[in-house]
């Protein structure tokens, strides 16, 4: 593939002469083996030499065979293992002096001067710890003939750098924790099962989530399958809370609900530090209510399986910058820990982070609550806000007076039923009127239109597919007809929720205001698309399903040669013209190549990934993976790049392809989806009822400029409205893609970790932020 621009400094040659030792500890979590491999696959390409710290810092304190060298292969085929290769263990010899001067002697022997810790709060403080006390460990060993005064000069200063490895997201600072999102997709797995049970018999469900001082897993859960209630650490229930759940369970009941959901953190507590345990909620829905109610506690069901592919790509991410933020450290730069914020990578200060984290915990053994929701950043109460809205308030007596209708365009996205659901209750709850249009534009244009109530949608966010169902059809032809409608029903504002189509459909609904003053209504986009094509969004709804479709399947495919001989095997993704798709499953399946039609690639590319491949292949590696966006380029199909991998791997590998097709569309939402379309629905809501109330005049709505119809997306770390008219200008649409991607500045991490000697451009490298700043600045708008 083409080279991507060379970035500042060479990357190269960063680690030559330096040593960097990884290890995982504390508790395991789905996706360190992604970070291991990165760390150790940079490393080396950097000229540094890298090594596997085994069972933690137990590893690091016994040393011998548990310190040893890590080569490109021995990495190979973890990327989609479970908990950590290298092994994890509490250790309590490295809490005291002496075992951290063994530690210090063991890494002195080797000349390791960098450590990589993947792990909790209580391992990242034992790592800065043993920096802070390193010189005078090295003046003791030093005294004692541990070490030479040579070695002691070669290194003299450690570097530290963290990556926060937790099931439980409870680190402040970082948006997501390794692990975290694969643990919640452990979780819905269970909920969508419990919940074909729970339905057959009319039951009841107590599950119990893991999070000790953390309620992020339960809450997420719990907007990820419309649960009924939820127990969280941080925001005990009011003290008659018993009342009030017992209220709820049996409305949702009466609404023609066969089940009742109830969500506990393993932490729960009521406002005077009880513990609300998963039993006294069973106890007490069984006396008063008489239901047959059944516990689930998922324990340790949760750490495993396979990592998301979101966990893949975070651990992949995380280990290329935490190699550069050790090479690039001195003495003065404060021990860090690398994160994402949005879609983008950050490094923070160590101990402010750890700080933050303890503090959270001080607030909730004080009974500081609000403290408490406020110290675990705005991501987590936007999304306690958004629970407690669909949850526990109710639509209210008094009407607003206004209709708002809501119709999905474009080809089906797994999480386009969850921005419905919530969508309507949001409504309702503002005192709307909620129609559905059914089959986009055109069933707005044929009157497919219906009012739909609160219970209709209640078990619509773990449906795939679309409920309202969706077509491609654009709505020029259709004007008069939808006018017409609009007029008929009492139309005040549209929310769209779609792909690409749903995008230039709206900008012709625009045009047709000067035309049809019917149009002249507030319209929102919710972009909702595999392909991720979407211009004024970095994430679509339904991407991250299609993604981690495709990713599965990859498994499987490179598992079925398990045993066999060395084989490559050709895949072909959707995505249209853009190859957000196949990048992505590359580097969460570990592909050694991805073809795209953004990055040009020609017959020598094409010529330079087969050797590159050919040459792997005579090593112990004895899977190849090749991913082909459907539409890179008409010559290059997948048929002639099979054919021409066979060729040339002849008597080396042999190949097989595979075309995914239309699988990439369907299944059931991932948390994400869910979690995502939900909060996209509620603020669209928010947005447009404000813009109704602007745009009313002696009772009618008028909205002809430009910030009437915005599309609502994700931009880096915040959710932000964008009229049609900017987003125009930044649109290809003979090829329906935005001209400017976020995600293409991580192709240059797919082909390193697949063994390509490229400049990686490290001009936006993240600087080191500060914890609370950012607390109160830029924490994600999500």
Known sequence: ????????????????????????????????????????????????????????????????????????????????????????ARCQDFRTREGRLKAARNLVKRGITNLCVIGGDGSLTGADTFRAEWSSLLGELLKVGGITAEEAKKSSHLNIVGMVGSIDNDFCGTDMTIGTDSALHRIMEIVDAITTTAQSHQRTFVLEVMGRHCGYLALITALACGADWVFIPESPPEDNWEDHLCRRLTETRLGGSRLNIIIVAEGAIDRHGKAITSEDIKTLV???LGYDTRVTIL???????????????????????????????????????????????????????????????????????????????????????????????????????????????????????AAVRSTVRIGLIHGHRMLAVHDGFEGLACGMIEEIGWDRVGPWTGLGGSKLGTKRTLPKKYFEEISSNISTFGIHGLIIIGGFEAFTGSLEL????????????PLCIIPATVSNNVPGSDFSIGADTALNTITTTCDRIKQSAAGTKRRVFIIETMGGFCGYLATMAGLAGGADAAYIYEEHFNIHDLQ??????????????????????????????????????SEEGKGIFDCRKNVLGHMQQGGTPTPFDRNFGTKMGAKAVAWITGKIKECSRHGRIFANTADSACLLGMRKRSLIFQPLAEL?????????????QWWLKLRPILKILAKYNIELDTSEKAHLEHVTHKRISLESNI
């Open 608 to 645: 330079v990934n087969v050797e590159h491949l050919t040459e792997k292949m005579k090593t112990t590696v004895k899977r190849g993976l090749v991913l082909r966006n459907e539409r890179c380029n008409e010559n290059y199909t997948t048929d002639f790049i099979y054919n021409l991998y």
């Open 1 to 88: 593939m083409a080279q991507p621009p060379v970035g500042h400094g060479h990357t190269e040659n960063m680690g030559a002469g330096k040593a960097i030792a990884v290890l995982t500890s504390g508790g395991d979590a789905q996706g360190m083996n992604a970070a291991v491999r990165a760390v150790v696959r940079v490393g080396i390409y950097t000229g540094a030499k890298v090594y596997f710290v085994h069972e933690g810092y137990q590893g690091l304190v016994d040393g011998g065979d548990n310190i040893k060298e890590a080569t490109w292969e021995s990495v190979s085929m973890m990327l989609q293992l479970g908990g950590t290769v290298i092994g994890s």
């Open 728 to 740: 125009k200008e930044q649109t290809d649409f003979e090829h329906r893609l935005p001209k400017e």
């Open 299 to 417: 324990g340790h069901v949760q750490r495993g399986g396979t990592p998301s592919a979101f966990d893949r790509i975070l651990g992949s991410r995380m280990g290329v910058e935490a190699v550069m933020a050790l090479l690039e450290g001195t003495p003065e730069t404060p021990a860090c820990v690398v994160s994402l914020s949005g879609n983008q990578a950050v490094r923070l200060p160590l101990m402010e982070c750890v700080q933050v984290t303890k503090d959270v915990t001080t607030a909730m053994n004080e009974g500081r609550f609000d403290d408490a929701l406020k110290l675990r950043g705005r991501s987590f109460q936007n999304n306690w806000n958004v629970y407690k809205l669909l949850a526990h308030i109710r639509p209210p007596s008094t009407k607003s007076g206004y209709t708002l209708a809501v119709l999905n365009v474009g080809a089906p996205a797994a999480g386009m039923n």
């Open 510 to 521: 625009v045009d047709g205001r000067a035309k049809f003053e019917e149009l002249c209504i």
């Open 286 to 288: 069984v006396k008063r």
